[in-house]
């Protein structure tokens, strides 16, 4: 029998959402190399879902969490327009916090800005800046945009700064980046820092 598609999973109050597999990096830490799912949930898709499908899958949990999180197994800006049909939905039927999770390079995927779009959609967006440099990030996530990826980071990060009310950069731990640095980096763009 064909192993079920999860486009949601949940943990403790949140509700994640795994939109699609694709990405634009193939970073030396990333989740996908050692597993096939997280919280008990399988989410190697065997096909991307519609709208129908999220709706389908995620409308019982919603009364049991405070924030829906777009963060699954895979970059989610890949799937912008349904992100924002979601937002759109959500809008209308939830009433806790919405969360982007993001790679920080949507703008080159999308070929265009896409922090217009989403502005006003989500309360929240955190971004995987991941390196103290453009060489360090080449080293660490192999970005299929080579060495436009960095500054696109940096420049998608001021742009959500002007959009986003909170805007938060990451950086994990098991990469051995310098996270002095890192803090002082987000100190400099005026976002706040996570450690992940
Ligand atoms: S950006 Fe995220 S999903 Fe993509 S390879 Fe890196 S850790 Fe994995």
Not at 92 to 117: C, D, H, S, V
Request: glycine residues 8%; hydrophobic residues 35%; negative net charge.
């Amino acid at each position: 029998m064909p192993l079920k598609d999860n486009y949601c999973y949940r943990i403790r109050n949140s509700l994640y959402l795994n939109l699609t597999n694709r990405c634009s990096n193939n970073c030396d830490f990333c989740i996908q190399h050692y597993t096939d799912g997280l919280a008990g949930s399988r989410l190697v898709l065997s096909r991307e879902p519609g709208l129908e499908d999220v709706i389908g899958s995620i409308q019982s949990h919603l009364s049991q969490v405070s924030e829906v999180v777009f963060c699954g197994f895979g970059e989610p800006t890949y799937r912008l327009a349904l992100i924002i049909e979601t937002c759109q939905w959500l809008c209308r039927n939830f009433a806790g916090k919405i969360r982007l999770n993001t790679n920080g390079l949507g703008n080159l995927i999308q070929g265009k800005r896409i922090i217009e779009p989403l502005s006003g959609l989500i309360d929240r967006i955190n971004i995987s800046l991941n390196a103290t440099g453009p060489e360090e990030y080449e080293e660490i996530c192999h970005p299929s945009f080579g060495e436009d990826s960095y500054p696109s980071i940096l420049e998608f990060i001021k742009q959500a700064k002007a959009e986003i009310s909170r805007v938060t950069i990451s950086a994990v731990t098991a990469s051995g980046v310098d996270m002095d640095r890192m803090e002082e980096i987000a100190e400099e763009l005026g976002v706040g820092f996570v450690v992940r």
